[in-house]
């Protein structure tokens, strides 16, 4: 079990570029969920998929943000034109979700995101 | 909306203290409460989930309490290290008829520092 991996680790774009991330989840688990944490606050739920099917998008998920599971595998959040105001940690998580105790979440180390 | 607050927001003591840390939630309809720790920088790790029906749960140092009807839960850490030093989060699942697909809720954190 290697755990949730999150890439790249640290992200600086200018703004008005487009970035995306990539999350590998557990190799079993069917359900990801993508958070945005920012300096000082605890994780904000931004989508969350059950294998391939996007299930639930924040409404701080603009339509500058898409975020995708082709496979039902790994995962892939992209931000176009990004704004300082995006700087913030990326989290990935996932979990089975078949029992109450597969309901807990394992996280990966994230992507921090500078706009500059 | 369900709304989670941590008090206190740091705590500083000094090593081999035992220390409480409280997390208070506004919607007793949950399906599971979950703590994690994250170092700076890092992403976070899950220390304890507790179901709505279980009262607390133990994992050596720590033992986490919850009482649903009136929104709180504890976590109790016990004769404290610096390394236990980190940003502890506490987080609830709102219950969703049967089934729960996990979308967390956080608190801001509590910042522990544990000096020799």
């Known amino acids: 079990d290697t755990g949730v991996s999150q890439d790249p680790r640290h992200k600086i774009t200018k703004r008005g570029q487009n970035v995306t991330f990539r999350c590998d989840p557990i190799s079993e688990h069917n359900r990801l969920y993508w958070y945005r944490q920012t300096l000082g606050q605890g994780p904000e739920f931004l989508t969350y998929?059950?294998?391939?099917?996007?299930?639930?998008k924040s409404r701080l998920l603009s339509d500058r943000f898409s975020a995708e599971r082709p496979k039902g595998s790994f995962s892939t959040l992209e931000i176009q034109r990004t704004e300082q105001g995006d700087s913030a940690m990326y989290l990935c998580?996932?979990?089975?979700?078949?029992?109450?105790?597969?309901?807990?979440?394992?996280f990966g180390p994230g992507t921090r995101l500078t706009v500059t | 909306k369900q709304e989670v607050t941590q008090i206190p927001a740091a705590l500083s003591v000094p090593e081999g203290e035992n220390l409480v840390l409280n997390c208070s939630f506004t919607d007793s309809a949950i399906y599971n409460l979950q703590w994690f720790r994250q170092d700076p920088g890092k992403g976070l790790t899950s220390l304890l989930l507790?179901?709505?029906?279980?009262r607390e749960q133990t994992s050596g140092r720590l033992n986490a309490s919850l009482d649903k009807s009136s929104g709180r839960s504890t976590l109790y850490i016990a004769a404290s290290q610096p390394g236990d030093s980190a940003t502890y989060l506490c987080?609830?699942?709102?219950?969703?008829?049967?089934?729960?697909?996990?979308?967390?809720?956080f608190g801001q954190g509590t910042i522990l520092t544990v000096h020799p």
């Open positions: 507790i179901q709505s029906s279980q």
């Open positions: 998580a996932s979990n089975s979700g078949t029992s109450v105790k597969s309901n807990e979440q394992y």
């Open positions: 998929f059950q294998n391939e099917a996007q299930l639930e």
């Open positions: 987080a609830v699942i709102r219950y969703a008829g049967g089934t729960s697909y996990g979308k967390l809720t």
